[in-house]
Nanobody, 122 residues
Framework: QVQLVEPGGGLVQAGGSLRLSCAASGSIFSINAMAWYRQGPGKQRELVASIISGGSTNYADAVKGRFTISRDNAKNTVHLQMNSLKPEDTAVYYC????????????????WGQGTQVTVSS
């Protein structure tokens, strides 16, 4: 099946930057969309940013202008560049991919990464 690996989390001071990456591997036929979600302490998981195959992007209002999502189609990888980080950005960040497999190349499914902790200190 499809597996997602998410290196890049860590601790950073407010105002700093951090770059997350997510590489998809496995029986991938195609990737339709990639996204980043996050879940802060005591909060529900929320969409941070997404990018579709055509390159169009969407961002949550809270991160617009500070975060940038990008993808490398050749490497089945999505990145999240986080600048001007704030303490409220502290959360577990999850990579999310909509992909089809070689077994079912037409039907897409949702896959989740294991999550990576991002902590922003004051």
């Amino acid at each position: 099946q499809v597996q997602l690996v998410e290196p890049g989390g860590g601790l950073v001071q407010a105002g700093g930057s951090l770059r997350l990456s997510c590489a998809a591997s496995g029986s991938i036929f195609s990737i339709n969309a990639m996204a980043w979600y996050r879940q802060g302490p005591g909060k529900q998981r929320e969409l941070v940013a997404s990018i579709i195959s055509g390159g169009s992007t969407n961002y949550a209002d809270a991160v617009k202008g500070r975060f940038t999502i990008s993808r490398d189609n050749a490497k089945n990888t999505v990145h999240l560049q986080m600048n001007s980080l704030k303490p409220e950005d502290t959360a577990v960040y999850y990579c999310n991919v909509k992909a089809s497999t070689i077994m079912t190349p037409i039907v897409g499914a949702i896959y989740w990464g294991q999550g990576t902790q991002v902590t922003v200190s004051s």
